[in-house]
Protein backbone atom coordinates (compact mmCIF):
# COMPACT_ATOMS: atom_id res chain seq x y z
CA UNK A 1 0.00 0.00 0.00
CA UNK A 2 2.76 2.42 1.01
CA UNK A 3 4.82 1.35 -3.02
CA UNK A 4 1.26 1.95 -4.24
CA UNK A 5 1.44 5.45 -2.71
CA UNK A 6 4.26 6.68 -3.50
CA UNK A 7 4.03 5.52 -7.03
CA UNK A 8 0.91 7.78 -7.38
CA UNK A 9 2.40 10.69 -5.45
CA UNK A 10 5.55 10.92 -7.99
CA UNK A 11 3.66 10.53 -11.05
CA UNK A 12 0.89 13.62 -9.59
CA UNK A 13 4.54 15.47 -9.09
CA UNK A 14 5.75 14.48 -12.97
CA UNK A 15 2.47 15.52 -14.39
CA UNK A 16 2.71 18.87 -12.56
CA UNK A 17 6.15 19.59 -13.94
CA UNK A 18 5.57 18.34 -17.35
CA UNK A 19 2.35 20.64 -17.71
CA UNK A 20 4.83 23.95 -16.31
CA UNK A 21 7.11 22.68 -18.78
CA UNK A 22 4.68 22.20 -21.95
CA UNK A 23 3.33 26.02 -20.98
CA UNK A 24 6.47 27.31 -20.94
CA UNK A 25 7.63 26.02 -24.12
CA UNK A 26 4.12 27.61 -25.56
CA UNK A 27 4.65 30.84 -24.04
CA UNK A 28 8.36 30.49 -25.63
CA UNK A 29 7.46 29.39 -29.06
CA UNK A 30 4.75 32.40 -29.25
CA UNK A 31 7.05 35.40 -28.60
CA UNK A 32 10.32 34.61 -30.76
CA UNK A 33 12.72 37.50 -31.64
CA UNK A 34 14.73 37.11 -33.96
CA UNK A 35 17.93 38.95 -32.53
CA UNK A 36 18.90 40.38 -36.48
CA UNK A 37 15.98 42.56 -36.00
CA UNK A 38 17.48 44.10 -32.82
CA UNK A 39 20.57 45.25 -34.45
CA UNK A 40 19.65 48.76 -36.10
CA UNK A 41 19.53 49.14 -39.73
CA UNK A 42 22.47 51.64 -40.79
CA UNK A 43 20.76 53.20 -44.05
CA UNK A 44 17.66 53.98 -42.18
CA UNK A 45 20.25 55.75 -39.37
CA UNK A 46 21.64 57.78 -41.90
CA UNK A 47 18.52 58.62 -44.10
CA UNK A 48 17.43 62.47 -42.95
CA UNK A 49 13.77 62.63 -41.93
CA UNK A 50 12.41 65.84 -44.11
CA UNK A 51 8.87 66.70 -44.25
CA UNK A 52 6.90 67.78 -46.78
CA UNK A 53 6.11 70.85 -45.43
CA UNK A 54 9.86 71.43 -45.95
CA UNK A 55 9.66 70.50 -48.97
CA UNK A 56 7.31 72.91 -50.11
CA UNK A 57 8.94 75.87 -47.95
CA UNK A 58 12.25 75.51 -49.71
CA UNK A 59 10.91 75.24 -53.26
CA UNK A 60 8.91 78.49 -52.43
CA UNK A 61 11.59 80.37 -51.01
CA UNK A 62 13.63 79.30 -54.03
CA UNK A 63 11.18 80.63 -56.78
CA UNK A 64 10.56 84.03 -54.48
CA UNK A 65 14.41 84.51 -54.50
CA UNK A 66 14.52 83.86 -58.63
CA UNK A 67 11.57 86.25 -58.90
CA UNK A 68 13.55 88.71 -56.94
CA UNK A 69 16.67 88.26 -58.76
CA UNK A 70 14.04 88.53 -62.08
CA UNK A 71 12.18 92.23 -60.81
CA UNK A 72 15.91 93.71 -59.56
CA UNK A 73 16.97 92.70 -63.67
CA UNK A 74 14.19 94.36 -64.68
CA UNK A 75 13.75 97.32 -62.61
CA UNK A 76 17.15 98.43 -64.11
CA UNK A 77 16.29 97.96 -67.23
CA UNK A 78 13.02 100.05 -66.70
CA UNK A 79 14.99 102.83 -64.95
CA UNK A 80 17.32 102.23 -68.41
CA UNK A 81 14.73 102.86 -70.71
CA UNK A 82 13.03 105.60 -69.15
CA UNK A 83 16.51 107.59 -69.09
CA UNK A 84 16.57 107.10 -72.68
CA UNK A 85 13.05 108.11 -73.21
CA UNK A 86 13.30 111.29 -71.30
CA UNK A 87 16.59 112.05 -73.82
CA UNK A 88 14.71 111.75 -76.72
CA UNK A 89 11.95 113.68 -75.61
CA UNK A 90 14.64 116.65 -74.42
CA UNK A 91 15.72 115.59 -78.28
CA UNK A 92 12.37 116.14 -79.87
CA UNK A 93 11.62 118.37 -82.44
CA UNK A 94 8.42 119.84 -83.31
CA UNK A 95 5.93 118.63 -86.27
CA UNK A 96 5.88 121.98 -88.38
CA UNK A 97 3.81 122.09 -91.07
CA UNK A 98 2.99 118.05 -90.94
CA UNK A 99 0.28 117.38 -92.69
CA UNK A 100 -1.46 114.43 -90.71
CA UNK A 101 -3.48 114.04 -87.66
CA UNK A 102 -1.49 110.97 -85.93
CA UNK A 103 -3.80 108.60 -83.95
CA UNK A 104 -1.40 106.34 -81.85
CA UNK A 105 -2.95 103.34 -79.51
CA UNK A 106 -0.17 102.21 -76.82
CA UNK A 107 0.65 98.88 -77.03
CA UNK A 108 0.21 98.43 -81.13
CA UNK A 109 2.76 98.20 -83.55
CA UNK A 110 1.11 100.66 -85.96
CA UNK A 111 0.50 104.46 -86.28
CA UNK A 112 -2.24 105.93 -88.56
CA UNK A 113 -1.85 109.27 -90.09
CA UNK A 114 -5.08 110.81 -91.76
CA UNK A 115 -5.82 114.04 -93.86
CA UNK A 116 -8.02 115.15 -96.33
CA UNK A 117 -6.93 116.61 -99.68
CA UNK A 118 -8.90 118.30 -102.48
CA UNK A 119 -12.17 115.88 -101.46
CA UNK A 120 -10.21 112.57 -101.03
CA UNK A 121 -9.49 110.81 -97.88
CA UNK A 122 -5.42 109.81 -97.31
CA UNK A 123 -4.67 107.37 -94.47
CA UNK A 124 -1.36 106.06 -93.57
CA UNK A 125 -0.53 103.12 -92.02
CA UNK A 126 2.90 103.58 -90.58
CA UNK A 127 4.99 100.04 -89.00
CA UNK A 128 8.24 100.14 -86.90
CA UNK A 129 11.34 101.00 -88.65
CA UNK A 130 12.90 98.07 -89.86
CA UNK A 131 15.98 96.90 -91.29
CA UNK A 132 16.71 97.34 -94.85
CA UNK A 133 17.18 93.39 -96.13
CA UNK A 134 12.93 93.24 -95.20
CA UNK A 135 12.65 95.44 -98.12
CA UNK A 136 15.30 94.53 -100.52
CA UNK A 137 12.64 93.62 -103.11
CA UNK A 138 11.34 96.85 -103.49
CA UNK A 139 14.74 98.63 -104.55
CA UNK A 140 15.24 99.75 -108.22
CA UNK A 141 16.88 97.37 -110.44
CA UNK A 142 18.77 99.95 -112.13
CA UNK A 143 20.50 101.22 -108.83
CA UNK A 144 24.33 101.21 -108.97
CA UNK A 145 25.85 98.43 -106.28
CA UNK A 146 26.92 101.05 -104.09
CA UNK A 147 23.35 102.26 -103.62
CA UNK A 148 22.33 98.98 -103.19
CA UNK A 149 24.99 98.61 -100.13
CA UNK A 150 24.39 102.24 -98.86
CA UNK A 151 20.54 101.77 -98.62
CA UNK A 152 21.57 97.99 -96.99
CA UNK A 153 22.94 99.77 -93.93
CA UNK A 154 19.87 102.20 -93.47
CA UNK A 155 16.81 101.43 -91.19
CA UNK A 156 13.13 101.95 -93.10
CA UNK A 157 9.70 102.55 -92.28
CA UNK A 158 6.91 100.32 -94.16
CA UNK A 159 4.43 102.22 -95.55
CA UNK A 160 0.43 101.41 -96.68
CA UNK A 161 -0.76 104.52 -98.13
CA UNK A 162 -4.68 104.44 -99.34
CA UNK A 163 -6.09 107.35 -101.15
CA UNK A 164 -9.70 107.29 -101.52
CA UNK A 165 -11.91 108.74 -104.11
CA UNK A 166 -16.10 109.73 -102.49
CA UNK A 167 -16.88 107.28 -104.64
CA UNK A 168 -15.18 104.79 -101.99
CA UNK A 169 -12.64 103.84 -104.99
CA UNK A 170 -9.05 103.85 -103.62
CA UNK A 171 -5.70 103.70 -104.74
CA UNK A 172 -3.66 101.07 -101.94
CA UNK A 173 0.20 101.76 -102.50
CA UNK A 174 3.01 99.62 -100.51
CA UNK A 175 5.94 102.04 -99.75
CA UNK A 176 9.54 101.76 -98.01
CA UNK A 177 10.33 105.26 -96.83
CA UNK A 178 14.14 105.64 -96.28
CA UNK A 179 15.25 108.95 -94.94
CA UNK A 180 16.28 110.71 -98.55
CA UNK A 181 13.12 108.75 -100.63
CA UNK A 182 10.35 106.83 -100.60
CA UNK A 183 10.05 103.48 -102.53
CA UNK A 184 7.22 101.95 -103.95
CA UNK A 185 6.68 98.45 -103.57
CA UNK A 186 3.41 97.97 -105.34
CA UNK A 187 -0.48 99.68 -106.51
CA UNK A 188 -3.79 98.25 -106.08
CA UNK A 189 -7.01 99.36 -107.09
CA UNK A 190 -10.01 98.58 -104.58
CA UNK A 191 -13.59 98.73 -105.78
CA UNK A 192 -15.61 98.64 -102.25
CA UNK A 193 -19.07 97.74 -103.59
CA UNK A 194 -17.04 94.77 -104.81
CA UNK A 195 -16.94 91.97 -101.61
CA UNK A 196 -15.45 89.00 -102.42
CA UNK A 197 -13.79 86.00 -100.61
CA UNK A 198 -10.43 85.02 -99.76
CA UNK A 199 -10.66 82.67 -101.93
CA UNK A 200 -12.02 85.12 -104.75
CA UNK A 201 -9.32 87.96 -103.51
CA UNK A 202 -5.97 85.48 -103.85
CA UNK A 203 -7.23 85.44 -107.76
CA UNK A 204 -7.90 88.99 -107.90
CA UNK A 205 -5.47 90.46 -110.69
CA UNK A 206 -3.67 93.22 -109.06
CA UNK A 207 -1.57 94.85 -111.59
CA UNK A 208 1.74 94.34 -112.89
CA UNK A 209 4.84 94.45 -110.51
CA UNK A 210 5.40 98.23 -109.84
CA UNK A 211 9.62 98.07 -111.39
CA UNK A 212 7.62 96.93 -114.51
CA UNK A 213 6.28 99.94 -115.22
CA UNK A 214 6.74 102.43 -117.32
CA UNK A 215 9.80 105.12 -115.84
CA UNK A 216 7.72 108.14 -116.82
CA UNK A 217 3.97 106.04 -115.18
CA UNK A 218 6.67 105.19 -111.92
CA UNK A 219 7.65 108.68 -111.48
CA UNK A 220 3.99 110.26 -112.12
CA UNK A 221 3.16 108.08 -109.10
CA UNK A 222 5.56 109.30 -106.70
CA UNK A 223 5.06 112.84 -107.89
CA UNK A 224 1.04 111.95 -107.12
CA UNK A 225 1.95 110.67 -103.82
CA UNK A 226 4.21 113.86 -102.69
CA UNK A 227 1.76 115.79 -103.69
CA UNK A 228 -0.30 114.75 -100.46
CA UNK A 229 2.33 114.68 -98.53
CA UNK A 230 4.13 111.18 -98.55
CA UNK A 231 6.96 113.09 -98.88
CA UNK A 232 11.11 112.55 -97.16
CA UNK A 233 10.52 115.56 -95.33
CA UNK A 234 7.43 114.27 -93.87
CA UNK A 235 8.49 110.57 -93.82
CA UNK A 236 11.67 111.79 -91.82
CA UNK A 237 9.58 113.15 -88.90
CA UNK A 238 7.78 110.09 -88.67
CA UNK A 239 10.37 108.14 -88.41
CA UNK A 240 11.77 110.16 -85.46
CA UNK A 241 8.37 109.55 -83.99
CA UNK A 242 8.01 105.93 -84.52
CA UNK A 243 11.34 105.19 -82.64
CA UNK A 244 10.40 107.02 -79.72
CA UNK A 245 6.86 104.87 -80.13
CA UNK A 246 9.48 101.68 -79.98
CA UNK A 247 10.99 103.07 -76.98
CA UNK A 248 7.85 103.94 -75.15
CA UNK A 249 6.07 100.56 -76.19
CA UNK A 250 9.43 98.53 -74.92
CA UNK A 251 8.97 100.69 -71.46
CA UNK A 252 5.07 99.70 -71.30
CA UNK A 253 6.25 96.15 -72.08
CA UNK A 254 9.11 96.01 -69.08
CA UNK A 255 6.24 97.64 -67.11
CA UNK A 256 3.72 94.58 -67.99
CA UNK A 257 6.06 92.23 -67.72
CA UNK A 258 7.03 93.31 -64.08
CA UNK A 259 3.27 93.68 -62.88
CA UNK A 260 2.95 89.34 -63.85
CA UNK A 261 6.21 88.58 -61.79
CA UNK A 262 5.17 90.29 -58.85
CA UNK A 263 1.46 88.96 -58.85
Known amino acids: MVFTLCIRRSASRLASVCGRVARSQAISSAVVVNPSSLVPNPSSLLRPFVSRGFLYSTSTNERLKSDQTLIQVI???????????????????????????????????????????????????????????????????????????????????PLVVTVTKKSGLNLEFSCTAFPDEIVIDGLSVNHPEKSSSEEEEQLTYDGPDFQELDENMRKSFHKFLEARGIKPSNTDFMYEYMMKKDSREYLLWLKNLKNFIQE
Open 75 to 157: DSEIKDAFEADMQDEEETTGAGDFPFKIEDNPGHRTVTLTREYNGEQIKVEVSMPGPMDEHEDGMDDNEDGDGRNKKANETSI
